[in-house]
C-alpha cells in the first residue's frame, strides 16, 4: 500500500509525503514503509530508519500511553508526547500529537512548527 500524509500549518502552508510498501504488522502494530515517492515541502525523511537515526520510526511498534513498547526504557514517549504514535527513542513526528499543541509537528516538513491539521491515507498499490 501507499501511505500519503497530508498537513497544513495555521499559516495555510501545506504539504505531503508519501511513501510506497506501507505496512503494519499484525502482533505489535509496527509501521514499514520501503521508500518515499513523492513529496511536497519536506526537507528530508525522518520517517525512515536508514539513517540509523533514533527517532526514525519505520519498523517500530505503535505505542499508547498504558502500552508503552518504544526504545525510551526510562519513559513513555507516547505519555511524554501526548499521543499514540510509532515511537523509537521517541519520534521527529507525532500526527496524533495533541491539537494546538508543540507535540503536533512533523519534523521533515517544518521541524517543531506546530500543525493545523494532519491526514493519513493509505491506497492499494497497484
Ligand atoms: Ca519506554
Redesign the pocket.
Known sequence: MTLRMNMSYPDGTTGFDEYSGFLISPDQYNISVERRIDSAGMSGSYILSNSGDFWAINHQPF?TYDR??????????ARNNGGGWW?NFCAHSNLNGQYNSSWFHYFSFQRYTTLKTSTMMLRLSN
Open positions: 505505542s508503552d513498547v518504544d526504545q525510551w526504557l526510562s519513559g513513555n514517549c515511537y
